[in-house]
């Protein structure tokens, strides 16, 4: 029973909790992206990076319920790409809705790694 208190906390004081994708999970959409789920979601993505630092659009999952994240080119003095060769695969997450809760699913790696995001609300797609 303590275990089970310790684990709530620690998941309500995290801005996410690494879990279980429910099986009624669907995709889903971003229903009203504010400045606190903007950044949650960007905590929980660099998280699940390790800590990497990310830029996201300002739209992020409200189009699409799939996000692609790729090494950003770097540019010549010229404005032209100093490489043009992409060498790594996007990294890919999808959001989904079970019940009232909103997941993020890495999808790109065999972990299958699963956030719940509590600031945002979402809707089927």
Do not use: W
Not at 100 to 123: A, G, H, M, P, T
Request: net charge positive; aromatic share 4%.
């Amino acid at each position: 029973m303590n275990r089970l208190v310790l684990l709530l906390f620690c998941c309500g004081s995290l801005a996410s909790c690494k879990i279980s994708l429910p099986a009624n999970a669907r995709p889903a959409l971003v229903v009203n992206l504010n400045e606190q789920s903007q950044h949650e979601l960007k905590q929980v993505i660099s998280k699940a990076l390790n800590e990497r630092n990310v830029t996201l659009a300002k739209q992020v999952f409200v189009d699409s319920h799939r996000l692609l994240i790729q090494r950003k080119t770097i540019m010549g003095p010229d404005g032209l790409p100093i490489q043009t060769r992409v060498d790594e695969e996007p990294i890919i997450f999808e959001l989904y809705k079970a019940g009232d809760s909103c997941y993020i699913k890495r999808v790109d790696n065999q972990s299958n790694e699963v956030y719940l995001i509590q600031s945002i609300e979402c809707r089927p797609r």
